[in-house]
C-alpha cells in the first residue's frame, strides 16, 4: 500500500464546474497536508495547506480533511482551462519536515 | 518575491559522467530539500539538510550520489557516474520552521541521461 495514494485520472470538467481531487494516506499521526498544483515541464506550487478537521477555503480553493477517514480532497469552483495541471497530494511524515507526495491527479479544464 | 534558485535547468549528459546541481534556497530558510521526480510521479525525498546537518538522506543512493551544504546556506548534489535511470527532474525545496512544513520548490534540473 502506498503511503499517499490519488487517482491518477485524467479527470476531466466542463469550464465553469466544481473539479474534485482526492487524497487518502496510511499514515494516523500525519499533522500537516498540502496540495501542490504542477503544470507540464514545472515544479510543483503550494495551492493550500491544512492541518485541522474540516474546510478551508482560498479564493476558488477548498480543501477539506478528515483525519478519521485519512482523507484529504481538494474541490476548485468554476473551474477555468488555465487550472489544468497536475494537482500532488503530500503528507507531513515524522517530526522532520519530510513530505510524502502522491503520484498526483491530472486535470483538464475544457472550455 | 523571494524563490529557491536552482541551477543549471537542464542538463544532459552520457551514462558513466558525473553531473553536479546548485541550488539556493529562500533567504532564511534553514531547511533545505533534494527531490527526484520521475515522469508520472510524484516527488521523493533524496536527502533533507537542517542548517548544514544532514537530517535525513534514507532514500539517497550513496553509492552515486553525495550532497553537501557547507556553510548551511546554498547546496550541490552530485551523481557520479550517472546511470541511464537517473533521468528525472531534481527539484530543490526550502522552508522555514514559522511556515510549519510548507516548502517552497525551485524551477528544477531536468537531467537526461543518454
Known amino acids: 500500500q502506498k503511503e499517499v495514494e490519488q487517482n491518477s485520472g485524467p479527470l476531466s470538467v466542463p469550464e465553469g464546474a466544481i473539479a474534485s481531487l482526492n487524497c487518502t494516506y496510511s499514515d494516523r499521526v500525519s499533522q500537516s497536508f498540502f496540495w501542490y498544483r504542477q503544470y507540464s515541464g514545472k515544479s510543483p506550487e503550494l495551492i493550500m495547506s491544512?492541518?485541522?478537521?474540516g474546510d478551508k477555503e482560498d479564493g476558488r480553493f477548498t480543501a477539506q480533511l478528515n483525519k478519521a477517514s485519512q482523507y484529504v480532497s481538494l474541490l476548485i469552483r468554476d473551474s477555468q482551462p488555465s487550472d489544468s495541471a497536475t494537482y500532488l497530494c503530500?503528507?507531513?511524515?515524522?517530526?522532520?519536515?519530510?513530505?510524502?507526495f502522491g503520484q498526483g491527479t491530472t486535470l483538464q479544464v475544457k472550455p | 518575491e523571494a524563490e529557491v534558485a536552482q541551477s543549471p535547468r537542464y542538463k544532459i549528459t552520457e551514462k558513466s559522467q558525473a553531473v553536479a546541481f546548485w541550488c539556493d534556497p529562500i533567504s532564511g530558510h534553514a531547511t533545505l530539500y533534494w527531490y527526484r521526480q520521475i515522469l508520472g510521479q510524484g516527488p521523493e525525498l533524496l536527502v533533507q539538510?537542517?542548517?548544514?546537518?544532514?537530517?535525513?538522506d534514507s532514500q539517497l543512493p550513496k553509492d552515486r550520489f553525495s550532497a553537501e551544504r557547507l556553510k548551511g546556506v546554498d547546496s550541490t548534489l552530485k551523481i557520479q557516474p550517472a546511470e541511464l535511470g537517473d533521468s528525472a527532474m531534481y527539484l530543490c525545496a526550502s522552508n522555514s520552521e514559522r511556515e510549519a512544513n510548507e516548502q517552497f520548490f525551485g524551477p528544477g534540473t531536468r537531467l537526461t541521461v543518454l
Open positions: 491544512i492541518y485541522s478537521n
Open positions: 503530500a503528507v507531513g511524515s515524522g517530526n522532520t519536515g519530510k513530505l510524502i
Open positions: 539538510f537542517q542548517d548544514e546537518s544532514v537530517v535525513d
